[in-house]
């Protein structure tokens, strides 16, 4: 579980999920459905804490860069794009640059 002060200070959809009306805030509890790669996940609330990203395959990467652009996670979005742009390799690249092209 984490903690909804600090989602809520990172990404504006977790503040106004917790924050507002809705059924997360009464309960307490989000469900990220968009996104079926739990190691991506943790990949996400542990940027969301640290600052730091943990290592990642670029299909990995590839999952996260549409997640962290969900969360409006802006700095995320930046250093998953890079990292992803460093993991590049000829079986890669056309999904590298199909997925960073959606996020310029």
Avoid at 52 to 60: H, M, W, Y
């Amino acid at each position: 579980p984490a903690h909804r002060a600090v989602l809520c200070a990172a990404s504006p959809v977790f503040s106004a999920a917790f924050e507002g009306p809705m059924l997360e805030a009464r309960e307490a509890h989000y469900s990220i459905g968009s996104c079926t790669e739990p190691q991506v996940v943790k990949a996400m609330l542990k940027f969301v804490y640290t600052g730091c990203l943990p290592d990642l395959n670029a299909d990995e990467l590839a999952h996260l860069l549409p997640l962290a652009a969900q969360y409006n996670l802006d700095e995320l979005c930046s250093t998953a794009a890079d990292c992803l742009v460093t993991k590049v390799t000829v079986d890669t690249v056309r999904e590298a640059v199909k997925v960073i092209r959606q996020f310029r």
